[in-house]
């Protein structure tokens, strides 16, 4: 099944990284650093294999931004020239990751990203350097992921613009967020398209309301540990949050085991009383049964069901029944501490109705004999004696 994963890092020159070296490592090509002078040769990378490179810039960009090693050199020229207070630690691009749906073939992912990179970046003025890669060799083969090298100034006719967009963790937070709502969006759309039922969500579980804890992505270290059968610290986060998730799920059809068990002994015990209850006026007929009726109604609350019914109003006609049971509504899944609750809610009526149960059968010990339960209604309406006005 398709699953949402997109990740944001920055290249940093502070952090020893050079966007350069990055263009080509994720290109598997070949690249001279003009700034430093080194070539940097990924040619004979191959543990995954490279399905798609490109490179996509705005339309009003000069014809060199389409050429990878080009844009790169120039995107650190232009920190050079424009940065001269922190050139040193500037960061020259952005680095996203993400994992493409395993229902589509390659040409259909590589649209959809196309798609994603058109809305996202270049029809803003950023160039991207896309590489997608297939699966490893030992690895899961459903694996294929995009590699999007971002700019991280804006492009014109003249070049680079000599003004970066300046972002604080808060801003960055926001602007990665959009992206992966625009992921997921992109993504569906062409799931869709393609006649696929599933979609991808970029909310957490917790915003989705699922009731599961989310595992951690492994990273290409972890997994190759994990392949070659040594256990990796996430690897073994991941096994625990397993088995607590499978554990929860079994708690959970325990407590919907149990509150189903609690339903039906309410059930038992109400159709137990309405058949007491009928009985007691067959064997004393001395008020009438409209009068009888009365009584139980007003010395009992209405059921749930009743409550609910009276506040829908009027029923509705065959044809409108005959509608609402062809189109039943979707049952609603019940979480952990929801199905706790309604358990606990369920044991509360089922003793109140116990205990209601045996005051009536002590009731009827003491009532005297040919006295109905709407006779003792009855006089105490009568002798009921008024307050003051």
Do not use: C
Not at 159 to 166: C, E, I
């Amino acid at each position: 099944m398709a699953i949402f994963h997109l990740s944001h890092k920055a290249i940093s020159r502070g952090q020893g990284q050079s966007i350069v070296a990055a263009a080509a490592y994720q290109s598997r090509g070949r690249i001279r650093d003009e700034r430093s002078g080194q070539v940097k040769d990924y040619t004979r990378k191959a543990e995954q294999e490279l399905l798609f490179s490109g490179v996509y810039a705005p339309k009003n960009a000069p014809e060199w931004a389409r050429d990878r090693g080009a844009l790169w050199n120039a995107a650190e020229r232009a920190e050079d020239e424009h940065n001269r207070t922190s050139s040193r630690v500037a960061i020259t691009g952005q680095h996203i990751e993400i994992a493409l749906p395993n229902e589509l073939t390659a040409e259909q992912n590589r649209y959809a990203v196309q798609d994603f990179i058109r809305e996202n970046f270049t029809r803003h003025g950023y160039a991207v350097d896309l590489n997608i890669h297939g699966p490893d060799r030992d690895g899961d083969q459903r694996n294929i992921h995009a590699h999007l090298l971002i700019t991280m100034r804006t492009l014109n006719e003249k070049g680079f613009s000599p003004v970066k967009l300046q972002m604080d963790r808060t801003e960055l937070s926001k602007w990665v967020t959009h992206w992966r709502q625009g992921w997921a969006k992109t993504a569906n759309r062409h799931l869709e398209r393609h006649g696929h039922e599933a979609r991808i969500d970029h909310r957490s579980l917790e915003a989705q309301g699922i009731d599961r804890e989310a595992s951690q992505h492994l990273g290409p270290t972890a997994a190759k540990m994990e392949r070659e059968g040594k256990a990796s610290e996430r690897g073994n986060e991941n096994r625990a949050t397993d088995t607590r998730n499978r554990r929860r799920w079994e708690r959970l059809g325990e407590l919907h085991r149990e509150l189903s068990q609690v339903n039906g002994q309410i059930a038992t015990e109400q159709a137990r009383s309405a058949q007491a209850y009928s009985m007691e006026d067959a064997q004393n007929p001395t008020v009438g049964w409209w009068k009888a009726a009365r009584a139980r109604a007003a010395m009992h609350t209405p059921t749930p069901t009743q409550a609910h019914a009276q506040a829908a109003g009027p029923r509705p006609s065959p044809t409108q029944a005959t509608a609402q049971r062809a189109t039943p509504p979707p049952t609603p899944t019940l979480s952990p501490t929801e199905a706790l609750e309604k358990l606990a809610q369920a044991r509360k009526a089922a003793r109140a109705l116990r205990e209601r149960e045996e005051q009536q059968r002590r009731e009827r010990e003491e009532r005297q004999p040919g006295r109905s339960i709407a006779d003792d209604w009855l006089d105490a309406m009568l002798n009921k004696k008024d307050g003051p006005r």
